[in-house]
Antibody
Framework: EVQLVETGGGLIQPGGSLRLSCAAS????????ISWVRQTPGKGLEWVSI???????YYAESVKGRFTISRDNSKNTVYLQMNSLRAEDTALYYC?????????????WGRGTLVTVSS | IVMTQSPVTLSVSPGERATLSCRAS??????LAWYQQKPGQAPRLLIY???TRATGIPARFSGSGSGTEFTLTIGSLQSEDFAVYYC????????FGGGTNVEIK
């Protein structure tokens, strides 16, 4: 069964750093594309970042220069390093899979991990 | 690309048909997906390519449209279909609509 599990969320002060993990099973992260998408009650769903099978990475303008996506093939896990966190980064963060060669739709999604940026 | 969904809330009786709309601010060709989200759960892919049902999705869910106007139709609402539905374009970097809440009438 294809599955994604996010961990690493928590309460962090503004300006702090956090690393989220997205552990995959049932497929190989290096063969497909993995995105991070966040959700808030106010702004809804927002795509954050993607890592392609060839290793190329891309970011939403709102996080560019602060967030870094990476993967560890040996652990079949994708990470999102989040630095210089702001209150507006508070959200439920999901990772989602896109089969290689497909358009950037997401299936499945993990259950999400909550990030709260607050003093 | 801004995605606009309507209506925000749709009240439907079980067994009735539901029609949800999604409009893109510029053409997205057929690069459009639909998701269902229930409280406390992650979104679930229903439709991609504007009209292709994802694996395991019942035939009562159908998608149509291209360019800037899209529709998700639920043929006969079952109790498990009451949820929030989102559209998402992937013609450029992904963007999502604000959602339509399908509630029991």
């Amino acid at each position: 069964e294809v599955q994604l599990v996010e961990t690493g969320g928590g309460l962090i002060q503004p300006g702090g750093s956090l690393r989220l993990s997205c552990a995959a099973s049932g497929f190989t992260v290096s063969s497909d594309y993995i995105s991070w998408v966040r959700q808030t009650p106010g702004k809804g769903l927002e795509w954050v970042s993607i890592i392609y099978s060839n290793g190329n990475t891309y970011y939403a303008e709102s996080v560019k220069g602060r967030f870094t996506i990476s993967r560890d093939n040996s652990k079949n896990t994708v990470y999102l390093q989040m630095n210089s966190l702001r209150a507006e980064d508070t959200a439920l963060y999901y990772c989602g899979r896109t089969p290689a060669g497909s358009g950037n739709w997401f299936h499945p999604w993990g259950r999400g991990t909550l990030v709260t940026v607050s003093s | 690309i801004v995605m606009t969904q309507s209506p925000v809330t749709l009240s439907v009786s079980p067994g009735e048909r539901a029609t949800l709309s999604c409009r893109a601010s510029q053409t997205v060709s057929s690069n459009l997906a639909w998701y269902q989200q229930k409280p406390g759960q992650a979104p679930r892919l229903l439709i991609y390519g504007a009209s292709t049902r994802a694996t395991g999705i019942p035939a009562r869910f159908s998608g149509s449209g291209s360019g800037t106007e899209f529709t998700l139709t639920i043929g006969s609402l079952q109790s498990e279909d009451f949820a929030v539905y989102y559209c998402q374009q992937y013609n450029t970097w992904p963007t999502f609509g604000g959602g339509t809440n399908v509630e029991i009438k």
